[in-house]
């Protein structure tokens, strides 16, 4: 099946349990599938997309979300929860399917969703930055994105569970620590979430490893 992904960006607000409001600015992909028309070439109407993205924007931005936790956990749950069920039901009016969900935070943090995935569990992935400094190699400037599989209720922070991971480790070469990194995939929260994988990539070229 062809699956087209169309693009929009949403401002969030939410009223943080402990602490003022605050604001995200989101960029919310959305990826539906279906069968070809042979006419057409197309799976799906654009128009229509693009149409059921911009009420889902409008809805979204006339709210304002409370926070359960200063994680945020719950409410980014809460909003990827609304945004599927709407557009899965407009998708099944129209003969296809929600295939994929991502909303990627303007400032780096992303929780999404696919039909891998039962609809209570998501994936969250922070993003640290460190300095690779080899004793006879060049410096790297490396970016890691750490993603973790949320179960339903799970409040913690993965920011923070990132930055925990990151704490233990020693930064030479690269090498090293892909091996270092690769020994926390699987790493278990108490509430059963766990880290599912770490993007390491090099900001100077843009090259990527995915662990």
């Excluded at 039962?118 to 994105?145: A, K, N």
């Amino acid at each position: 099946m062809l699956q087209f992904v169309r693009e929009i960006p949403i401002r969030i607000v939410i009223q943080g349990a402990l602490s003022a409001r605050r604001g995200f600015l989101f960029h919310l992909a959305a990826g539906f599938s279906g069968e070809v028309d042979p006419l057409s070439g197309m799976s799906v109407n654009l128009m229509l997309l693009d149409e059921w993205l911009w009420q889902l924007k409008k809805d979204l931005e006339q709210d304002i979300f409370q926070a359960t936790s200063e994680s945020f956990n719950h409410t980014f749950a809460e909003i990827m929860a609304i945004a599927r069920l709407r557009l899965t039901e407009k998708a099944e009016e129209q003969g296809v399917r929600l295939a994929s969900l991502v909303f990627r935070e303007e400032r780096g943090a992303t929780f999404s969703w696919d039909l891998g995935l039962p609809p209570e569990q998501m994936q969250f992935t922070s993003f640290q930055f460190i300095e690779c400094v080899p004793r006879d190699g060049q410096f790297q400037l490396l970016r890691l994105g750490f993603t973790w599989l949320r179960l339903q209720s799970c409040e913690a922070d993965y920011a923070h569970e990132s930055f925990r991971i990151l704490k233990t480790l020693s930064f030479g070469d690269v090498a090293g620590l892909y091996a270092r990194l690769s020994g926390f995939l699987g790493m278990r929260l108490d509430s059963g979430s766990s880290l599912l994988k770490v993007s390491v990539e090099n900001t100077e070229d843009g090259s990527k490893v995915i662990l």
